[in-house]
């Protein structure tokens, strides 16, 4: 079952939390999941436009919405500093405007640190990407991604890549694993990512899955 359904709504309630804090009458519902989901994309837009002029990946680990009545507090969980670190106050606020322009609501935007980033699943899903654009060998871009996923003490990975991989004809999925992933365990705290990067041979997706402790 465990490899049936996503890790993450697997253990709501136990070992994980929703991303998401805000209540709506059934109606509003799909409103407020909609708004959700353009809040999210309007500041990975506002970093990818921003990335182009720095050096770097976004290092997104996460971001939690709370939902009030007149005010929508983000926070966003970053592994590195960035233009929205780097800018400090400046950089906040230009964020956080363009986001008000799309929503017209108000917003409240606050940047945290992650200690260790390369035990966020996003962050090495997307140093995993960077690799493969810039040609390295899938390989040894998945071990690496291993090695700094060790450094920070996790209990075992699994990083899987399906596509065409090394510009193959047919598509193929690839998976290496170290250390104990126990994917049936509720009680076992699973991090879990999928990403999508686009190369000139198609699109390849990457899933990781990150055993950080157990209950």
């Not at 990946?57 to 966003?76: N, S, T, W």
């Not at 609501?105 to 945290?112: G, Q």
């Not at 980033?117 to 991604?145: C, D, H, T, W």
Request: proline residues 3%; aromatic residues 8%.
């Amino acid at each position: 079952m465990g490899q049936k359904i996503n890790p993450l709504g697997f253990r709501l309630g136990t070992t994980q939390s929703h991303l998401c804090f805000w209540f709506a009458k059934p109606k509003d519902f799909s409103m407020g999941l909609q708004e959700d989901e353009k809040i999210r994309s309007c500041i990975k837009n506002y970093v990818q436009k921003k990335k182009r002029i720095s050096s770097g990946f976004e290092g997104i680990a996460y971001m939690r919405i709370q939902k009030r009545i007149d005010l929508i507090q983000v926070i966003i969980y970053i592994g590195f500093p960035n233009l929205l670190i780097e800018g400090r106050t400046r950089g906040v606020e230009e964020l956080q405007m363009s986001v008000q322009k799309e929503l017209q609501r108000r917003l409240n935007i606050a940047i945290t640190r992650i200690e260790k980033p390369y035990g966020e699943p996003n962050i090495l899903a997307e140093y995993i990407a960077l690799q493969l654009k810039n040609r390295v060998s899938f390989r040894k871009a998945m071990k690496k991604a291993i090695e700094l996923t060790e450094q920070t003490g996790t209990k075992g990975i699994q990083v899987q890549i399906a596509g065409r991989i090394d510009g193959k004809e047919i598509a193929r999925v690839e998976w290496i694993r170290e250390g104990r992933v126990p994917l049936q365990t509720i009680h076992a705290k699973i991090d879990h990512c999928s990403h999508t990067i686009r190369t000139i041979y198609g699109v390849l997706g990457i899933k990781i899955w990150i055993f950080a402790t157990q209950e």
